[in-house]
Nanobody, 127 residues
């Protein structure tokens, strides 16, 4: 069974930091593009960050550029999202996603680009 499991969510004060992890099991995603998305209450799921299959390139939503960093450990089948200078607008459920396709070159910014999803982890930032 293929699973993506997020962890590291929780509560933080504005200006604080959190580090999310996404652990994959059941299949190696070492050669798969991966990404992070989030969904705030009453809003649609939105793109946060993406990383190429070989970690050679990354991309971020304008709202998190300069504050968030996506990375991955290919050997351990784990992806991370370091979130610094958190803002109340960062509050939401954060989901990790992995693409399983022969078309794996480049960055993928849309939810429909991804095949597997985690269950999400809550991040709450208070002012």
């Amino acid at each position: 069974q293929v699973r993506l499991v997020e962890s590291g969510g929780g509560s933080a004060q504005a200006g604080g930091s959190l580090r999310l992890s996404c652990a994959a099991s059941g299949r190696s995603f070492a050669s798969s593009p991966m990404g992070w998305f989030r969904q705030a209450p009453g809003k649609e799921r939105e793109f946060v960050a993406a990383i190429t299959w070989n970690s050679g390139n990354t991309d971020y939503a304008d709202s998190v550029k300069g504050r968030f960093t996506i990375s991955r450990d290919h050997a351990k089948n784990v992806m991370f999202l370091q979130m610094n200078s958190l803002k109340p607008d960062d509050t939401g459920v954060y989901y990790c996603a992995a693409r399983w396709s022969e078309d794996r070159r480049g960055l993928f910014l849309k939810a429909d680009d991804y095949t597997y999803w985690g269950q999400g982890t809550q991040v709450t930032v208070s002012s």
